[in-house]
């Protein structure tokens, strides 16, 4: 026997048990990170959308914001998508949604979004 298989052959069932295990413990963490991912690192998540600052209704009744993610996203992570009116008076807007998120965003659709402030009247 050459001194390749001799060293490849002693301790056989050790490194066999280890490369096991190895892989046992990839699947789970794998797993762990977020299981409905694809193993890529980019992945889309639906998002409700919060209107904040006045009372408000859209033109368009949008209901969710689609956010694209890039990296590790577990189910612990928080995704929120906003509108901002503080300080607009009655009229038709169009503005940002902000994302605030402890993962990194890569784009958000859509990007803004057309608002109409009513004035309530009683």
């Not at 301790?11 to 794998?30: E, F, G, Q, T």
């Not at 607009?88 to 503005?95: A, I, N």
């Amino acid at each position: 026997m050459t001194p390749f298989t001799t060293v490849l052959r002693r301790n056989l069932r050790l490194k066999i048990l280890s490369l096991i295990l190895a892989l046992a413990a990839w699947i789970y963490v794998r797993i762990t990170i977020d299981p409905l991912a694809p193993f890529g690192n980019e992945a889309t998540r639906r998002v409700p959308l919060t209107v904040s600052g006045v009372r408000a209704h859209t033109k368009e009744q949008l209901e969710v914001a689609e956010v694209r993610v890039n990296g590790p996203f577990r189910p612990s992570d928080t995704i929120h998508a906003t509108v901002r009116l503080d300080g607009r008076g009655e009229g038709t807007y169009r503005l940002p949604i902000e994302i605030d998120s402890n993962v990194a965003v890569t784009s958000t659709t859509p990007a803004n979004v057309l608002v109409t402030v009513q004035e309530e009247h009683p």
